[in-house]
């Protein structure tokens, strides 16, 4: 089973950046997938950016592509997601997601682990 601890949601003012924190645990691949997904009330889940852990392969979003990085941190076996010049359309739930990499890109993965979610909200 795998655990994903995600970290990093606050308040932010417009302009500003984030960066969101995913630890996953209590996995045996030799590779995953890892992604982010964001989900506002009302609307469908979108999918943010992904990656593949060990090969660092990454995938973005048309709403963040150009203001966001994704990478892994491999000491602290962590992903980060970082979005730059946040809007309010940024505001939303954000998930870190989990799935074993068998080939081919993380963008087009269906995940299943899931993280609990960490708030972002941005104002002006």
């Known amino acids: 089973q795998v655990q994903l601890a995600e970290s990093g949601g606050g308040s932010v003012q417009t302009g500003g950046s984030l960066t969101l924190s995913c630890a996953p645990s209590?996995?045996?691949?030799?590779?995953?997938?890892l992604g982010w997904f964001r989900q506002v009330p009302g609307k469908a889940r979108e999918k943010v950016a992904t990656?593949?852990?060990?090969?660092?392969?990454?995938g973005y979003g048309d709403s963040v592509k150009g203001r966001a990085a994704i990478w892994v941190d491999h000491p602290k076996k962590t992903v980060h997601l970082q979005i730059n010049n946040l809007k309010a359309e940024d505001t939303a739930m954000y998930y870190c997601?989990?799935?074993?990499?068998?080939?081919?890109?993380?963008?087009?993965?269906?995940?299943?682990?899931w993280g609990q979610g960490t708030r972002v909200t941005v104002s002006s």
């Open positions: 209590g996995y045996t691949w030799h590779n995953l997938c």
């Open positions: 990656i593949n852990y060990r090969g660092a392969v990454q």
């Open positions: 997601a989990a799935e074993k990499y068998t080939g081919g890109q993380c963008w087009t993965y269906d995940y299943a682990y």
